[in-house]
């Protein structure tokens, strides 16, 4: 986050299909790394019937006021239209109200919605301090939406790391020219302090539109890796814990993924050192400060290991260890409510190897902690967060996989560490591709015959109405039809690593989700496969030309009502297998 920065490039004018190119060059060791482009629509100044521009941008009552468009999803603070006591301090990053004693001062900052229509969550970050308790409300077009009170009785008396936060509103629904405002009132010294608006598409794609999984693994000592490992004391800048051998398997599963965090360390071996392993840490440290990684990395999967630190060297109850835990769950679930939550039980540990500091409850303390922790996650699932368990706790052997100390994991440890977070982020995937939530670029056509081309990467391409000609382009391609009336697809290089996604509602005829189809005749849809296809029982009917490549789908089977319809031409492909058709919602 040190390093992060950007450069703007202004006045650029754009068409479709231009084509944006970065070239980079390593310099002494500093290697070239890019993290994104982001294109913001500019507005014309010199234009007097231009709602945007900028005559009198402290009034709101002007109505040439400058109210920002918010050109992608995201928009700092001290961009938006200042009215009142607010003032925007651009080297710090956010904009605050004067300091007062007497709750006099107030103000508001507004934007205009410039994006798709749809249902978003808007998060606000901000700064509660632990001096007062501030207050904010959120309108919509000047209606009420949300209000709250900062009222943080720990965090840091100033605006900084420590006091930064945020608050999620979910489920609004936004079309063009919508006007969001936010109004801050101090309070006995706490002044309205905002950072900044981001807004998150709800039902977005799993990996976003990178086409690979941003992955935080988060913690303490045992995320980061332990400073002995195999019972040598260790560099930290070569301390890999379990991450290495996460990513090998992740690789070796052929998931694209990329691990992000503040903290940087381990050999490089395995190329990907970011993570927020944090030694020494308590879940009340990591709950004070996830917000603003969470915010700066934007993670789809959180890998949560923590814990062992407040058992060993804290006196908290159990019943409080989990209230933590409980809230720190909630602060990663509300910034980030369509990512993945990991949440794992910590390791045992070997008391014939603790030392004179280690207290004698430890073993029995990481149990109680345990045992509670599947019922917490159960509870965080059945409130609609999408949070997992990953019992790490029983896959260590005590006498077996840790280091001399009795409680870090040795190597062979951290590879079973390893084993059960990729098994949970295997399911996390495999699940996400069967709710259309899959680790792909998304391409997608119009109501007219489109032709469209994937990359490199895995796509998902859907080509809606239309007779399209589909080409995937190389990686994993899914080809999506959402209804029955998309239309007959030309798929140009369909090939055993690509699949077929089709919605159960927009094809019925018995089709479930998530369930398989049968090669003989079923309830809940059959496929059938030869040079001369013909259909089975008297519900849907997936038909696969062997000789042609033409996949037909009969809604009724050997019914009348309805005859084969043509859905997709694969060419030169001849081999279509039953798991390479997924059924979705």
């Given at each position: 986050?040190?390093?992060?920065t950007?450069?703007t490039?202004?006045g650029?004018?754009?068409t479709?299909t231009?084509t944006i190119r970065?070239?980079?060059?390593?310099?002494q060791?500093e290697?070239g790394?890019?993290?994104s482009?982001?294109?913001?629509a500019?507005?014309?100044?010199?234009?007097p019937?231009?709602?945007?521009d900028?005559?009198?941008?402290?009034?709101?009552?002007?109505?040439?006021?400058?109210?920002?468009?918010?050109s992608?999803?995201?928009?700092e603070?001290?961009?938006?239209?200042?009215s009142g006591?607010?003032?925007?301090?651009?080297?710090?990053g956010?904009?605050?109200?004067?300091?007062?004693?007497?709750d006099t001062?107030?103000?508001?900052a507004?934007a205009?919605?410039?994006?798709?229509?749809g249902?978003?969550?808007?998060?606000v970050t901000y700064?509660?301090?632990?001096?007062?308790q501030?207050?904010?409300?959120?309108y919509?077009n000047?209606?009420?939406i949300?209000n709250?009170?900062?009222?943080?009785?720990?965090?840091?008396?100033i605006?900084?790391s420590?006091?930064?936060t945020s608050r999620?509103?979910?489920?609004?629904?936004l079309t063009?020219?919508?006007?969001i405002r936010i109004v801050?009132?101090?309070?006995?010294?706490?002044l309205?302090?905002?950072?900044?608006?981001?807004?998150?598409a709800?039902?977005?794609?799993l990996?976003?539109n990178?086409?690979?999984?941003?992955?935080?693994?988060l913690g303490?000592?045992?995320?980061?890796?332990?400073?002995f490992?195999n019972?040598?004391?260790?560099?930290?800048?070569?301390?890999?814990g379990?991450?290495d051998?996460?990513?090998q398997l992740?690789n070796?599963g052929?998931?694209?993924?990329d691990?992000?965090?503040?903290?940087?360390n381990?050999?490089g071996s395995f190329?990907?050192?970011e993570?927020?392993?944090?030694?020494?840490?308590?879940?009340?440290?990591i709950?004070?400060n996830v917000?603003?990684?969470?915010?700066?990395y934007?993670p789809?999967?959180?890998?949560?290991?923590i814990?062992t630190?407040d058992?060993?060297?804290?006196?908290?109850?159990?019943?409080?260890?989990?209230?933590?835990?409980s809230?720190l769950i909630?602060?990663?679930t509300?910034i980030?409510?369509?990512?993945?939550l990991?949440?794992?039980?910590?390791?045992?540990?070997?008391?014939a190897s603790?030392g004179?500091t280690t207290?004698?409850?430890f073993?029995?303390?990481?149990?109680d902690?345990?045992s509670?922790?599947p019922?917490?996650?159960?509870?965080?699932t059945?409130?609609?967060?999408?949070?997992s368990?990953?019992?790490?706790?029983?896959?260590l052997?005590?006498?077996?996989?840790?280091?001399?100390?009795?409680?870090?994991?040795?190597d062979?440890?951290n590879q079973e560490?390893?084993?059960?977070f990729?098994?949970?982020i295997?399911?996390?995937v495999?699940?996400a591709?069967?709710d259309e939530?899959l680790t792909?670029n998304?391409v997608?056509?119009t109501?007219n015959?489109d032709?469209l081309?994937?990359?490199?990467?895995?796509?998902?391409?859907?080509?809606?109405h239309?007779?399209d000609t589909?080409?995937?382009g190389?990686?994993?391609d899914?080809f999506?039809?959402?209804?029955i009336?998309?239309?007959?697809?030309?798929?140009?290089?369909?090939s055993?690593?690509?699949?077929?996604?089709?919605?159960?509602?927009?094809?019925n005829?018995g089709?479930?989700?998530?369930?398989?189809?049968?090669?003989?005749?079923s309830?809940?849809?059959?496929?059938?496969?030869?040079n001369?296809?013909?259909s089975l029982?008297?519900?849907a009917?997936?038909?696969?030309?062997?000789?042609?490549?033409l996949?037909q789908?009969d809604?009724?089977?050997?019914?009348a009502?309805?005859?084969?319809?043509?859905?997709?031409?694969?060419?030169?492909?001849s081999?279509?297998s039953?798991?390479?058709?997924?059924i979705?919602?």
């Open positions: 986050s040190k390093s992060r950007s450069r490039i202004s650029i004018t754009l479709a231009d970065i070239v980079g060059q390593e310099h060791g290697l790394r890019i993290d482009i982001q294109l913001i500019e507005t014309d100044p010199t234009d019937t231009d709602p945007t900028p005559t009198d941008p402290t009034d709101p009552t002007d109505p040439t006021t400058a109210i920002p468009v918010i992608g999803f995201f928009i603070a001290e961009d938006m239209a200042l006591d607010y003032t925007a301090d651009f080297a710090k956010y904009i605050t109200m004067p300091g007062t004693t007497n001062s107030n103000g508001s507004a205009q919605f410039a994006g798709p229509d249902t978003y969550d808007i998060l700064f509660d301090e632990n001096d007062g501030a207050t904010y409300e959120l919509l000047d209606i009420l949300d709250w009170t900062a009222n943080s009785l720990g965090g840091s008396p605006a900084d420590k006091s930064r999620t509103i979910s489920g609004i629904t063009a020219t919508d006007t801050g009132q101090e309070h006995q010294g706490e309205g302090r905002i950072d900044s608006i981001q807004l998150i709800e039902g977005g794609s990996a976003g990178n086409g690979i999984l941003e992955i935080m693994p303490d000592s045992i995320t980061r890796g332990a400073e490992e019972g040598v004391k260790s560099n930290l800048a070569t301390q890999n379990y991450r051998h996460l990513s992740l070796i052929g998931i694209g993924f691990f992000v965090g503040s903290q940087s381990g050999d190329n990907d050192t993570h927020e392993g944090h030694g020494g840490w308590k879940i009340d440290q709950a004070s917000s603003q990684w969470l915010t700066s934007q789809e999967i959180i890998l949560l290991h814990g630190n058992m060993r060297s804290s006196t908290i109850s159990i019943t409080e260890a989990i209230s933590r835990l809230n909630d602060i990663i509300s980030r409510p369509n990512s993945h990991i949440v794992a039980s910590i390791g045992p540990t070997n008391p603790f004179p207290p004698a409850n073993p029995q303390r990481i149990a902690y345990n509670r922790i019922g917490l996650v159960s509870n965080k059945g409130e609609g967060k999408k949070v368990f990953v019992d790490i706790g029983n896959a052997i005590s006498t077996q996989h840790l280091e001399p100390d009795g409680y870090h994991p040795n062979e440890g560490i390893a084993s059960s990729y098994a949970a295997r399911d996390v495999d699940s591709q069967s939530l792909n998304l997608i056509g109501s015959s032709t081309i994937g990359t490199t990467n895995n796509e998902l391409i859907r080509g809606e239309g007779i589909l080409t995937g190389g990686g994993i899914t999506a039809y959402s209804s009336q998309d239309g007959l697809d030309y798929i140009t290089d369909f055993e690593d690509d699949r077929l996604l089709f919605s159960a509602a927009g094809f005829g089709l479930s989700k998530d369930i398989q189809l049968s090669t003989s005749a309830n809940s849809g059959t496929f059938v496969s030869s001369n296809p013909i029982g008297s519900s009917n997936f038909l696969f030309d062997t000789d042609t490549g996949l789908f809604r009724d089977g050997v019914g009502a309805y005859t084969p319809v043509d859905i997709a031409q694969l060419t030169g492909f081999a279509l039953i798991s390479q058709i997924i979705a919602a």
